[in-house]
């Protein structure tokens, strides 16, 4: 069984910074790709960041320049950095890693997400 666990919500005023951390565990054999999506009140869960295996990233346009995100293959944990918060980045953030069992089949795993609020 493997799991992913978020850590690193909370509430923050605009223009300050944020860091998420997410932990991969479990059954695993190696992690394809890690990365967050994001979903807001009345919104569906977009795509912020995602980091594949060779290291390059991706970033939703709107966070772009703003938002980093980085991995750790050794401890199976992927950080996005969030700086110059905006209101509109407040939303539930979810972890998510794309990897193969032990057992040999591939998942993929979704964490219990956190919150992050953007407010003054």
């Known amino acids: 069984q493997v799991q992913v666990v978020e850590s690193g919500g909370g509430l923050v005023q605009p223009g300050g910074s944020l860091r998420l951390s997410c932990a991969a565990s479990?059954?695993?054999?190696?992690?394809?790709?890690m990365g967050w999506y994001r979903q807001a009140p009345g919104k569906q869960r977009e795509l912020v960041a995602h980091?594949?295996?060779?290291?390059?990233?991706n970033y939703a346009p709107s966070v772009k320049g703003r938002f980093t995100v980085s991995r750790d293959n050794a401890n199976n944990t992927v950080y996005l950095q969030m700086n110059s918060l905006k209101p509109e980045d407040t939303a539930v953030y979810y972890c998510?890693?794309?990897?193969?069992?032990?057992?040999?089949?591939?998942?993929?795993?979704w964490g219990q997400g956190t919150q992050v609020t953007v407010s003054s």
């Open positions: 479990g059954s695993i054999f190696s992690i394809y790709t």
């Open positions: 980091i594949p295996s060779g290291y390059s990233t």
């Open positions: 998510y890693a794309d990897l193969r069992t032990i057992a040999n089949s591939r998942e993929h795993v």
